[in-house]
């Protein structure tokens, strides 16, 4: 029972253009959202994050939109640099009103940014 | 300024073996999570301490998983009589105390149970 589900395995991206990636999840009790990067041989970083009660979130060069109705979310980058190459996962948590922030991942897009 | 830090980084055994994984969490992170990740999915959350709170162990998929916690320190995940199955990356995460905080993930121990 997938709860956060990332139907893109895969983005290859130009350098300089915008890179989106998506997530769907299923349990309308999730009321907070996580991206994090994953490089080789390393564990995950926290990227950005955003709360149900908004729909958007930015920091630099990362936007994060939240579409409760859908149940989707997705994450901007602009520009894709070459160093934006890494695994990104999705995360949710909040579900059944449990407060200690487990966290709910995606399988994980990996991006590809050429030069 | 020290990370999340695991140990060993790779552990290759024997189905049937016991192994012990180690977690030393970031110095006042009173939250400590142990999460799996097989081959080409995504993150499995298994465990969470809490400060002296119980922990939820909702996560462990079997009997032959458990965890430790000695106060807000280290943490160790056993796996008795390993499967094959087992085989995965086990990445730990701690956090300051409290739901929404940011959780920081050590580089994970690589187990391939033969």
């Known amino acids: 029972d997938q709860q956060v589900k990332q139907n893109s395995p895969s983005l290859s991206v130009q350098e300089g253009r915008i890179s989106i990636l998506n997530c769907d999840y299923t349990?309308?009790?999730?009321?907070?959202f996580l991206w994090y990067k994953k490089y080789p041989a390393e564990g995950p970083t926290f990227l950005i994050s955003?709360?149900?009660?908004?729909d958007k979130n930015e920091d630099g060069r990362f936007t994060v939109f939240l579409n409760k109705s859908a149940k989707h979310l997705s994450l901007h980058i602009v520009p894709s640099q070459p160093g934006d190459s890494a695994v990104y996962f999705c995360?949710?948590?909040?579900?059944?009103?449990?407060?200690?922030?487990?966290?709910?991942f995606g399988q994980g897009t990996i991006l590809t940014v050429h030069p | 300024g020290a990370g999340v830090s695991q140990s060993p980084s790779n552990k290759v055994t024997e189905k049937g073996k016991d192994v012990e994984l180690r977690c030393d969490p970031i110095?006042?992170?009173?939250?400590l999570y142990w999460y799996r990740q097989r081959l080409g999915q995504g993150l499995e959350f298994l465990i969470y301490?809490?400060?002296?709170?119980?922990?939820?162990k909702s996560g462990l998929p079997s009997d032959r998983f458990s965890a430790e916690r000695t106060g807000e320190s280290v943490s160790t995940l056993t796996i008795q009589r390993t499967q094959q199955e087992d085989s995965a990356v086990y990445l730990c995460?701690?956090?300051?105390?409290?739901?929404?905080?940011?959780?920081?993930f050590g580089p994970g121990t690589r187990l391939l149970v033969l």
């Open positions: 995460a701690s956090s300051l105390a409290g739901n929404r905080e940011t959780q920081y």
């Open positions: 349990n309308s009790m999730f009321d907070y």
């Open positions: 955003i709360s149900s009660i908004k």
């Open positions: 995360a949710a948590s909040g579900a059944g009103g449990t407060s200690y922030g487990k966290l709910t």
């Open positions: 110095s006042g992170h009173t939250a």
């Open positions: 301490f809490q400060g002296n709170s119980a922990p939820d």
